[in-house]
């Protein structure tokens, strides 16, 4: 009876817990061959530090539908002794020189999830998520990640629908970030590369976007860009043709005579509609003739 009351108690209030199967997970540990292959979906977490030997990469995937967890550890390379960082003696990029090693992390799937994270010091890439057509979905997510000092992109990610999530890539000898369409990006900081801090193609989301001394543009954008902060970058703050809200773009191109805001026709997407944006005013805060301008103007 008493079990009886406390069935029809939970089915009446709905205040009982199910208890829900744990994902299992497949512990990845450094392998005595490399590098470590990821051939099948499931969830994957490593267990220790994962160092290549030189000329390899770290972390090889060619499965969809596939989550790796750093689980907080790092992958590097264990044969490059000389870390890159900014570089202040120019003002803007790294210290390392592009070298096109093998990426550390190097991925050709569909649904690739990977999160939680260093990925730093590598010969080549960071990570690369690619595929042979470029323009097809992927729907990879990057998340709670440091990508940094590479010698090439910290993230190059093709195909659509990718999201970019804590994510912090800076001091690659290359591009920060690169993604396809329909990207999502969130709480992104890309600083002191060597090309663009951010390039992402047409119909993406970038919110909360920090993009520093970057040796190109600062953020490569078409769609919505909300709260971007974008200065000292050697090329254009920031590219875009879309919706800016809450930007702040100064002090770019050489000795600040570049353009904060540039808007690009080469989009297609007709008007660049502004809100609560700030533009550096030495050398013409906007430029670019081809989109139009409406609402308020910055200051």
């Given amino acids: 009876m008493k079990y009886l009351f406390s069935k029809l108690a939970c089915i009446a209030f709905g ?11 497949t512990p990845v540990s450094p392998p005595g061959s490399w590098p470590f292959a990821i051939t099948t979906p499931g969830s994957y977490r490593l267990t220790a530090n994962m160092l290549a030997p030189a000329a390899s990469s770290a972390i090889l995937i060619t499965s969809n539908n596939v989550t790796l967890d750093l689980n907080g550890f790092t992958v590097s390379q264990s044969g490059l002794v000389t870390l890159c960082n900014p570089d202040t003696t120019t003002g803007y990029g790294s210290t390392c020189v592009a070298a096109g ?7 050709s799937g569909r649904n690739i999830t990977i999160k939680n994270g260093t990925v730093y010091n590598g010969p080549g890439g960071g990570i690369s998520l690619s595929v042979g057509i470029p323009i097809e979905a992927m729907y990879g997510t990057f998340e709670d990640l440091r990508v940094i000092g590479n010698r090439g992109a910290g993230i190059s ?20 970030i690169i993604s396809g369409t329909d990207a999502h990006l969130e709480s992104v900081s890309a600083s002191w590369n060597d090309g663009y801090g951010v ?12 993009a520093r001394a970057n040796g190109q543009t600062g953020l490569y954008a078409s769609g919505i860009v909300d709260k ?3 200065r000292e970058n ?5 590219v875009v ?15 600040d005579v570049g353009t904060g805001i540039l808007l690009d026709s080469n989009f297609n997407t007709g008007t660049v509609y502004t809100s609560g944006c700030y533009a550096q005013t030495r050398a013409g805060g906007f430029a670019g003739s081809g989109v139009p301008m409406t609402s308020n103007t910055c200051p």
Avoid: K, M, W
């Fill in 228 to 230: 971007v902060l974008v």
């Fill in 157 to 176: 990610a093709s195909g659509d629908g990718n999201r970019f999530i804590r994510v912090d890539a800076s001091y690659n000898a290359g591009h920060g």
């Fill in 101 to 107: 090693g093998p990426v550390l992390i190097s991925a």
């Fill in 15 to 25: 205040t009982c817990a199910f208890a829900t199967a744990a994902i299992a997970q």
């Fill in 241 to 255: 043709a879309g919706v800016l809200r809450n930007v702040f773009s100064d002090d770019n191109g050489f000795d």
């Fill in 199 to 210: 390039s992402a193609s047409a119909y993406n989301i970038s919110s909360r976007v920090i």
């Fill in 234 to 238: 050697n090329g254009e703050g920031i």
